[in-house]
């Protein structure tokens, strides 16, 4: 079975502040990991994938197979950052996404 | 820039209606998804279509769903016998054919919110 862990539900910090949102997850096969973002009114929007090891938006996230952490990460947040984000794990047939519960981020001025 | 749409936004029916929630997937695409978030809880995976037949599909999607793509361009999602706990936000994806070595970026739709009372 796959699962996917976001403990935090709400993070929340200031403009200007480094940002980390947390993701675990548990998955026997060879793990390919998303983080979709969904702004207010907005649909569900890849933000990034493991695979193509890209910065978008100013986030990165490393795949850590031996902590099974799929962490997203921005060194300077923005308030047009404010979003909720999910992390995904795709199945090995790539026909399903596992989410975790998504946590909300809030950039304060 | 193409995007998968759905019909209507928000539906409400009555416990024991059938219902039907329709999307229009990116007219290239050839797989296509069902997920649906009750409120308050995490977004989760219900059917996966391909070439005309279920290709995977959860627990979750049991004997009162099914899912048709009656023409070439609509994908629908029909639940015969709604019951209060199908209250959710069903979201309807499409995907593009996989490229090698690369998984499936599933762009999705807005969302249709049922109501069940």
């Known amino acids: 079975a796959q699962r996917v862990t976001q403990p935090e539900k709400l993070l929340s910090v200031f403009k200007g502040a480094p940002v980390e949102l947390k993701c675990n997850y548990s998955?026997?096969?060879?793990?390919?990991l998303f983080w979709y973002v969904q702004y207010s009114r907005q649909r569900l929007q890849l933000l990034l994938r493991?695979?193509s090891r890209e910065s978008i938006k100013g986030f990165t996230a490393d795949l850590n197979k031996g902590e099974t952490s799929f962490h997203l990460k921005k060194p300077f947040a923005q308030e047009e950052d404010s979003a909720m984000y999910y992390c995904?794990?795709?199945?090995?047939?790539?026909?399903?996404?596992?989410f975790g519960g998504g946590t909300r981020l809030m950039v304060k001025p | 820039e193409p995007e998968v749409t759905q019909t209507p936004s928000h539906q409400v029916t009555q416990m024991g209606q059938e219902v039907i929630l329709r999307c229009v997937p990116i007219?290239?695409?050839?797989?296509f998804y069902w997920y649906r978030q009750i409120l308050g809880q995490k977004v989760e995976f219900l059917v996966s279509?391909?070439?005309?037949?279920?290709?995977?599909k959860s627990e979750i999607f049991d004997d009162q769903f099914s899912v048709e793509r009656p023409d070439g361009s609509n994908f629908t999602l029909k639940i015969r016998s709604t019951k209060l706990e199908d209250s959710a936000m069903y979201f309807c994806?499409?995907?593009?054919?996989?490229?090698?070595?690369?998984?499936?970026?599933?762009?999705f739709g807005p969302g249709t919110r049922l109501t069940v009372t």
């Open positions: 994806a499409s995907s593009d054919h996989l490229a090698r070595g690369v998984p499936y970026e599933q762009y």
């Open positions: 998955y026997s096969g060879s793990p390919e």
């Open positions: 493991h695979i």
């Open positions: 995904a794990l795709i199945n090995n047939a790539g026909n399903m996404l596992t």
């Open positions: 007219s290239n695409h050839l797989y």
């Open positions: 279509f391909y070439n005309n037949e279920i290709s995977e």
